[in-house]
């Protein structure tokens, strides 16, 4: 079964940091253009960031608000992609999705489940 | 950054009424050399992650039923839903990849039964 399950996600402070995982199955990551999109409670969506397949250079990159905190990563071994957050902040409060980007790229066919993140004081 | 703006934010339909969401784009997602509109809509249930209906302006997903149909092209796209079921309620999503990132999304219509 084709599937993406993200797990990593809870409550910290401000300033924290925390790493999201999201391993595939029935997919190869590293053949894959992943990308991480989030959901603040009760809004909408919001693409993060995203690396490129292996074969297309594995280029990385980011949205402005998370560029220069955030890290994406993989593990070819795992079959997983990673986000790495560091400094984070209360208004990065949200529900992180791991997605494939398919059908031409750039828009995202396959979906995990996402994990909460919250950062609170 | 490319901004697309839905309309309506919400809207109450009828079932087996039509249902259309439009979304304009703050510049054009067509891309001229290869003829494509690099636009797509997602159905978000709650509690759900969003799913794919729609990419390219007008290309069903695989398995999305025949009556969620897109159109537009441009700046001004919409999302029909020619017979609106119950398990149809849901919010949508129009979101833009033309060219490079960022990738970004309308605000959301919120759809539901009348």
């Known amino acids: 079964e084709v599937q993406l399950v993200e797990s990593g996600g809870g409550l910290l402070k401000p300033g924290g940091s925390l790493r999201l995982s999201c391993a595939a199955s029935g997919i190869s990551v590293t053949d894959a253009w992943m990308s991480w999109v989030r959901q603040a409670p009760g809004k909408g969506l919001e693409w993060v960031g995203r690396i490129k397949s292996e074969s297309a250079g594995g280029k990385i990159e980011y949205a402005a608000p998370v560029k220069g905190r955030f890290t994406v990563s993989r593990d070819e071994s795992k079959n997983t992609v990673f986000l790495q957050m560091n400094s984070l902040k209360i208004e990065d409060t949200a529900i992180y999705y791991c997605?494939?980007?398919?059908?031409?790229?750039?828009?995202?066919?396959?979906w995990g489940q996402g994990t909460l993140v919250t950062v609170s004081s | 950054d490319i901004v697309l703006t839905q309309s309506p934010d919400s809207l109450a339909v009828s079932l087996g009424e039509r249902a259309t969401i439009n979304c304009k784009s703050s510049q054009s997602v067509f891309y001229s050399s290869n003829n494509n509109n690099y636009l797509a809509w997602y159905q978000q249930k709650p509690g759900q992650p969003p799913k794919l209906l729609i990419y390219g302006a007008s290309t069903r997903d695989s398995g999305v039923p025949d009556r969620f149909s897109g159109s537009g092209s441009g700046t001004d796209f919409a999302l029909t839903i020619s017979s609106l079921q119950a398990e149809d309620v849901a919010v949508y999503y129009c979101q833009q990849y033309y060219k490079s990132p960022p990738w970004t999304f309308g605000q959301g219509t919120k759809v539901e039964i009348k």
């Open positions: 997605t494939r980007e398919g059908k031409g790229f750039g828009n995202f066919d396959l």
